[in-house]
DNA sequence: TATCAGGCCCTAG
DNA sequence: CTAGGGCCTGAT
């Protein structure tokens, strides 16, 4: 089917972003794998997008995952006109979402993040689906593999985590996973709270931090106001917002914001070298 | 060979 | 409570 959308959308900004780590680059478009699905994409024209898959299939995974209730151009316009990075920013980045990601999936791929680069953490995070099986095949044909279960993961060798190339990330994986399936994660109470009362509730966590539990609050919880803070997130604010940045003002948007500046700056960074 | 990458744990002070 | 060393791994 063909879904056609004049809000913000581009599909390799999202893909780069950083808060994915199973979309591949196909030809004309991507293989997003979400949970245990996977959706064909491809733009066909600016705004029109075709997908395979059906309607029902759209509306019950995708529109959601998208996040495409959401109006992104509208909260784009609520940057501070004399925020002369942050617009700039906005305006070479716009296009990308932040994705309703299933909390799971999200909690295990930033434990796994921590001290890795993007590909390393792709690499690992596909490893560990592969050791899991569980094949099924997409729309044309092609194997993928979801995204493991809690029960799985929890009850992995260690040999196999270390395999996935987690190095001393193995227990951290581990134990969230054993935690999740004796109760003791309950997501939907955590996408209730706010942002910072679910990031003080995932640092609880072995191996979460405030910044991994920033991420999860973020991409896992849809908490748009939280705004994890990376060494580049950090860079931006001692470069551009040396007398403090408006958090009250960006409220309760700052974690999209966080999005555009970090994608932006890297840019520059990469740009520069 | 050394250093760093979208951190976190643990220990010392 | 804050600072700093150590840590799997892969890239440069």
Known sequence: MIFSTDDDFNLEKIATSGQCFRWEKITGGY?????????????????????????????????EYLDLDENYAEIRKRIDANDKFLLAAAESEKGIRILRQDPFETLISFIISQNKNIPAIEKS???????????????????????????????????????????????????????????????????????????????????????????????????LNAFPKDVWVKRILEEFYKDGYPYEKYSPYNGVYQQYAFAYYRKLATKMN
Not at 35 to 52: H, P, Q, V
Not at 153 to 177: M, Q, S
């Open 31 to 63: 293989r997003i794998l979400h949970d245990k699905y996977a959706l064909i994409i491809k733009e066909k024209s600016e705004g029109r997008f075709e997908i395979l898959a059906d309607q029902d299939e759209f509306n019950a995974i995708w529109k």
């Open 125 to 223: 995070v596909f490893l560990l689906t592969r050791y899991c099986g569980g094949e099924k095949r997409d729309a044309l044909g092609e194997v993928y593999y979801p995204f493991p279960t809690p029960e799985k993961i929890a009850n992995l060798d260690d040999k196999i985590l270390t395999d996935c190339k987690l190095g001393y990330r193995v227990p951290y994986v581990k134990r969230a996973a054993q935690d999740y399936c004796e109760g003791k994660i309950n997501f939907d109470k955590l996408k209730k709270m706010s942002s910072d009362n679910a990031i003080k509730e995932l640092q609880k966590l072995y191996g979460v931090g405030l910044k991994v539990a920033s991420c999860i609050s973020l991409f896992g919880l849809h908490h």
